[in-house]
C-alpha cells in the first residue's frame, strides 16, 4: 500500500507569490494534518482536517490557508510568501482523530 | 500549551552501544508516538504509545502516562540509527490531532 504522498518534492518560489503543496493520504485514512518545519527545530502544527471539516488551527497567519476534497487529498495554501516561509512541509495522515499519525516525505519550499 | 521536553539534545555513540533518549510532557495527553527523522527530512514511525511499554527489534519504549514521560531505548546501535528523534504528544482534551513535537536528540553513531 502507498505511504502519505505529497507534491511537489521541492520548490522555489518568489517573494510575494503564491503556492499549493498537495498530500494524498493513505487509503482509507480520514484524517490529514500539516506540519512547517523550519531548519534546527521540531514541526509546528498548521491546520487538521478531518472528513472534510477543519478541525484545528495552529498559530499561523491568515495567509495560511488549507482544504480537504471528497477523496480525503488535501491542499496547503500559502500567500504572499515571505522569506521566512522557507521550510520543509510535512503532512500527516490517519484512520481517525486521534489514531497513530503517518507522514510523507514533505516538500522543501525555498522563498527567495 | 503543553510543553514538550527531550533529552539529551545530542548524542555521540560508538556503533554498539546502547542508549537512552527521555522525552517530558507538561500535561495529560492522548497519543504519544516516537520519531526517526532521516537525513532527507522524512519522519519515520517507531513507536505509537501513549502507554505502557513495546518493543521492535533493537528499539524499544515506554511511556508512563501518570508521571508524563517516555524512553525510547536503542540497543547495539548502528550507524543507521543516526538522524533526529522526535518525541511528539497530542493532548488529552483535544478535539483532533495536534501534535506537539518536542525539539528533538540528533544522535550520531560513529563507526
Known amino acids: 500500500d502507498a505511504g502519505v504522498t505529497q507534491s511537489p518534492t521541492h520548490l522555489i518560489k518568489t517573494r510575494g507569490q503564491h503556492v499549493t503543496l498537495r498530500c494524498s493520504p493513505i487509503s482509507g485514512h480520514k484524517s490529514v494534518s500539516w506540519y512547517q518545519q523550519v531548519l534546527g527545530q521540531g514541526p509546528q502544527f498548521i491546520f487538521q482536517y478531518y472528513e472534510k471539516e477543519e478541525r484545528g488551527r495552529g498559530n499561523f497567519p491568515d495567509r495560511f490557508s488549507a482544504r480537504q476534497f471528497p477523496n480525503y487529498s488535501s491542499e496547503l495554501n500559502v500567500n504572499a510568501l515571505l522569506l521566512g516561509d522557507s521550510a520543509l512541509y510535512l503532512c500527516?495522515?490517519?484512520?481517525?482523530?486521534?489514531?497513530?499519525?503517518?507522514f510523507g516525505q514533505g516538500t522543501r519550499l525555498t522563498v527567495v | 500549551g503543553i510543553q514538550v521536553e527531550q533529552s539529551p539534545p545530542d548524542l555521540i555513540l560508538q556503533e554498539g552501544a546502547n542508549s537512552t533518549l527521555r522525552c517530558n510532557f507538561s500535561?495529560?495527553?492522548?497519543?504519544l508516538q516516537w520519531f526517526h527523522q532521516n537525513p532527507w527530512g522524512q519522519l519515520i514511525n517507531l513507536f505509537y504509545i501513549p502507554s505502557g511499554t513495546k518493543q521492535n527489534g533493537r528499539l524499544s519504549a515506554t511511556t508512563v502516562a501518570t508521571e508524563r514521560y517516555s524512553l525510547l531505548y536503542i540497543s547495539s546501535s548502528q550507524t543507521t540509527d543516526s538522524g533526529v528523534y522526535f518525541c511528539a504528544v497530542d493532548r488529552r482534551d483535544n478535539y483532533g490531532q495536534n501534535f506537539v513535537f518536542g525539539p528533538g536528540t540528533r544522535l550520531s553513531v560513529l563507526p
Open positions: 500535561d495529560s495527553v492522548n497519543n
Open positions: 500527516a495522515s490517519s484512520l481517525e482523530r486521534n489514531t497513530e499519525a503517518f
